[in-house]
């Protein structure tokens, strides 16, 4: 590296290696509200039953299970999720959301996938999530 660094690039560089980083360690089984991921074989399963989802819907809900409890702005997850680094006018996370409702709550009591208005979104395990 030359020296001295411009603090762009220093911050682009540090950005690289904690997306690497977090890459690495999403390499796990994750478990929630008897949501199972396997990340290894791109399954989802929920009460015993397999969740037939799509690459990108099984990365979405990947992100929003390792982050449950925390609110997960739109912003944040075009980042991690597609990878946009700027801030983008689109519904796609809006989208992607609704299908994943369709797949992973329906047919539940208890949702695992909650809206924040004027937020984003937030995954939280039955116990944690509120009655409605």
């Known amino acids: 590296m030359a020296h001295p660094l411009h ?3 220093l911050r682009c560089r540090i ?8 890459r690495r360690r999403a390499s796990g089984t994750l478990k929630l ?4 991921l396997e ?3 791109r399954r989802a399963v929920r009460d015993g039953r397999d969740l037939r989802l799509t690459a ?7 992100y929003l299970v390792a982050n449950s409890g925390e609110i ?3 912003e944040n997850i075009l980042r991690h999720v597609w990878g946009y680094d700027f801030h983008a ?7 992607y959301i609704r299908h ?8 539940h009591r208890q949702k695992l996938i909650h809206t924040v208005r004027g937020a984003g979104y937030v995954v939280k395990a039955p116990e944690m999530a509120p009655y409605t």
């Open 100 to 107: 994943l409702r369709l797949k992973v709550d329906k047919g």
């Open 72 to 74: 997960c702005s739109r």
């Open 39 to 41: 990340p290894s074989r």
């Open 15 to 22: 950005e690289n290696l904690l997306a690497l980083t977090s």
């Open 89 to 95: 006018d689109t519904n796609v996370t809006d989208v």
């Open 33 to 36: 509200g008897g949501l199972t």
């Open 56 to 62: 990108k819907e099984f990365a979405l809900l990947y």
């Open 7 to 9: 603090p762009g690039e």
